[in-house]
């Protein structure tokens, strides 16, 4: 178990002694859930960090006409660290497991060993970040009301958070579109539209922007 938590993208670049690591096996837990089970964001999140193995769980806002959208989904080897967001109510916030397998170690076995660890806390903060950036993201691209603007942010934020030009599709394409609020048959017109006009491949399950500039321009061109 400690070495999928090693290898997380928490520990990326922190290195540890072995007095560290004998440390950290104390605090792991493994967790299986079976099914499709919804739970309140805190009461998953709380002085927990997750380690994602198989399986997922998606990121829900309840929106004040009851209505629930997707924020994100969490997938294989991904990290979630509970964050307070400020003026949300934690309580509109769950998260659902669809068949999950994933280790769960106390946050506060973490934070201690962030003083004499650089890398370790730019990657604990940098973690507990993206739910407010994956809020705001989701919060701009619901306002969006022109689906292939949409679309275009989305392909550019998500660039923007890896800092490179190819993402992976992390979602299925149904997933995908239900994260960004449209049917999987626009959603695919619009992608293809971008692919015939250069904007973007499409190759392996990643998305590779071939031209940012254009891909920016259409962002606000429409």
Do not use: W
């Not at 946050?107 to 730019?122: T, W």
């Not at 009301?145 to 392909?155: S, W």
């Not at 017109?189 to 922007?209: A, F, M, S, W």
């Amino acid at each position: 178990m400690i070495h999928e938590i090693l290898s997380s993208k928490l520990f990326q670049n922190a290195k540890l002694t072995n007095k560290n690591v004998d440390y950290l096996k104390d605090y792991i837990k493994p967790y299986e859930i079976k099914g499709k089970k919804q739970f309140i964001y805190n009461e998953l999140l709380e002085n927990k960090v997750i380690f994602i193995l198989d399986g997922s769980l998606s990121l829900n806002l309840t929106l004040s006409t009851g209505s629930s959208t997707p924020l994100k989904i969490y997938t294989k080897n991904d990290v979630i660290i509970k964050n307070k967001i400020s003026s949300i109510n934690c309580s509109n916030i769950s998260l659902c497991a669809d068949n999950v397998k994933y280790l769960s170690i106390m946050e506060d076995a973490i934070k201690n060993l962030l003083s004499n660890n650089s890398p370790l806390l730019y990657n604990y903060l940098n973690i507990k970040e993206e739910i407010v950036q994956d809020l705001l993201i989701k919060i701009e691209l619901a306002l969006e009301k022109n689906n292939f603007i949409k679309v275009c942010k989305y392909i550019f934020f998500e660039t923007s958070n890896l800092n490179k030009n190819t993402i992976p599709l992390r979602y299925t394409m149904e997933a995908l579109a239900d994260v960004l609020g449209m049917s999987n048959s626009t959603l695919y017109r619009k992608l293809n539209y971008l692919k015939r006009h250069g904007v973007i491949g499409l190759k392996d399950k990643t998305i590779k922007v071939l031209d940012m500039d254009k891909l920016q321009g259409l962002m606000i061109a429409i």
